[in-house]
């Protein structure tokens, strides 16, 4: 079984452009979970999603961030504008189940210049 | 509001010793308890968990107990092998959330 996989796994891109993040969950996983570290500080959520909807996006840090889940499959998050306190590594996650063990890949490490 | 607290690295230890890394969390509530290890050039992989008071999580050698009475979840193995070297991440979920809250991490390396 495919694990979760993200692209790209780096990416450098100058303050106020736009970038846009690629998740691949599990097949068959129906939540998919963003969290991000910024450097120095803990591994953040972001938000949830249950197939294509959004089930909470309390972590979202403002309105340069939108997340999709085209048809309950993978999902990408952009930053757009991007600033510089956006920089850190960017994880995304699957489970079949709504609580308990989460599958996680490699992260995408931003760098905003 | 609710947190966790683990112990910050970084951990260097011999192959064979004892390894301990606290753990500790304040809630309201009682939140499944879990730790996560991320070795070099690889993403986060559920390590143990333990979902109540009393349990006890463990794999690959490494051990947790659920206890309630000091809100602590520490992470234990009685012998370390270079190959364990990796970050250590404490990361309760709290009731009534799905999200993971992550400790800071811990960076344990082990040598020969």
């Known amino acids: 079984e495919a694990g979760v996989t993200q692209f790209p796994s780096h990416s450098v891109i100058e303050k106020g452009q736009t970038v846009t993040l690629r998740c691949d969950p599990i097949?068959?996983?129906?939540?998919l979970y963003w969290y991000r570290r910024v450097m120095g500080k803990e591994i953040k959520f972001l938000l949830h999603?249950?197939?294509?909807?959004?089930?909470?996006e309390s972590g979202m840090p403002n309105n340069r961030f939108l997340a999709e889940r085209t048809g309950g499959t993978y999902s990408t998050l952009k930053v757009q504008p991007a600033e510089l306190e956006d920089s850190g590594v960017y994880f995304c996650?699957?489970?079949?189940?709504?609580?308990?063990?989460?599958?996680f890949g490699q992260g995408t490490r931003l760098t905003v210049v | 509001g609710d947190s966790v607290t683990q112990m910050e690295g970084p951990v260097t230890l011999s192959e064979e010793a004892f390894l301990t890394i606290n753990c500790t969390y304040t809630?309201?509530?009682?939140?499944?308890l879990f730790w996560y290890v991320q070795y070099p050039g690889e993403g986060l992989q559920l390590l143990l968990k333990?979902?109540?008071?009393?349990d006890k999580g463990s794999n690959k050698g490494f051990e947790a107990t659920y206890r309630k009475e000091t809100t602590s979840f520490h992470l234990e193995k009685g012998s370390v092998q270079v190959s364990d070297s990796a970050v250590y991440f404490c990361?309760?979920?709290?009731?009534?959330?799905?999200?993971?809250?992550f400790g800071k991490g811990t960076k344990l390396s082990v040598i020969p």
């Open positions: 996650a699957s489970s079949r189940q709504g609580f308990g063990e989460a599958f």
């Open positions: 097949s068959g996983h129906d939540n």
């Open positions: 999603f249950v197939k294509e909807s959004k089930q909470d």
């Open positions: 809630a309201t509530g009682y939140p499944s």
């Open positions: 333990a979902t109540k008071a009393d």
């Open positions: 990361a309760p979920i709290w009731a009534g959330s799905y999200q993971l809250t």
